[in-house]
């Protein structure tokens, strides 16, 4: 079984619509998470931390749920620019601060 | 701020030799450097986690004498692909950390060996 698990996509969104995915995690000790934002052949980039009462940065909402062990991103208003894969992204519990990454959610959004 | 340079941004190279990334961290010290590997449609994984100073830990199947890693300094990761091939392509990336869980990733190196 996959550290993180994601639904590949692609998930096709219209211009302005709003769309939601998960990801699941396995190590229940896990304590950071993040969703990060990966262009097509680029690195990627931090879009927002994930914190245990849930948490909003402008059209984006995260939320975990340590019971279930999965964590989630909604877009609100989808725009054309947000066309991108969304990686899940949790912190291990060694001491060197350590990623795992899932495969990521490929986002289209469509006019 | 943040800004993490790669080089080279790409590579080709012959079966059998070997290629140099620079990973620099250009406006912070990264006691921590992490160098991750990318195939198509997968995930990042983590190859070695390097230390200013230490030797690399390298992750599970990993080949310390194949991935040479070394980090001379707070801003400065090497990662060396010795006697590379066709199978060693793929998309290399950097990664330099100031705090715990906090990583700033370099624009990444692709490698094709031919």
């Known amino acids: 079984r996959k550290e993180v698990e994601q639904d590949p996509g692609p998930f096709n969104v219209p211009e302005g619509a709003t769309v939601a995915f998960n990801c699941t995690y396995s190590n229940s000790a896990s304590q950071s998470f993040f969703w990060y934002r990966q262009d097509c052949r680029k690195e990627p980039k931090l879009l927002m931390s994930v914190y245990s009462s849930g948490n909003e940065d402008g059209r984006f909402t995260a939320q975990l749920n340590r019971a279930s062990q999965y964590i989630s991103l909604l877009i609100r208003d989808s725009k054309l620019s947000d066309s991108a894969t969304y990686l899940c992204?949790?912190?291990?519990?060694?001491?060197?601060?350590?990623?795992?990454f899932g495969a990521g959610t490929q986002v289209v959004v469509t006019p | 701020g943040a800004v993490v340079s790669q080089h080279p941004s790409w590579v080709i190279c012959k079966s059998g030799t070997s290629v140099k990334i620079e990973c620099r961290s250009l406006d912070f010290q990264a006691t921590t450097m992490f160098w991750y590997r990318q195939f198509p449609k997968q995930s990042l994984m983590l190859m070695a986690t390097?230390?200013?100073?230490?030797?690399?830990?390298?992750e599970q199947g990993v080949e310390k004498d194949k991935f040479l890693i070394n980090h001379a300094s707070l801003t400065l990761s090497t990662l060396t692909v010795t006697s590379a091939h066709p199978e060693d392509s793929s998309f290399y990336i950097c990664?330099?950390?100031?705090?715990?869980?906090?990583?700033?990733f370099g624009p990444g190196t692709r490698l094709t060996v031919t």
């Open positions: 990664s330099a950390s100031p705090r715990l869980y906090e990583q700033y």
């Open positions: 992204v949790v912190g291990t519990t060694d001491s060197w601060g350590k990623l795992q």
């Open positions: 390097s230390n200013e100073g230490s030797k690399a830990t390298y």
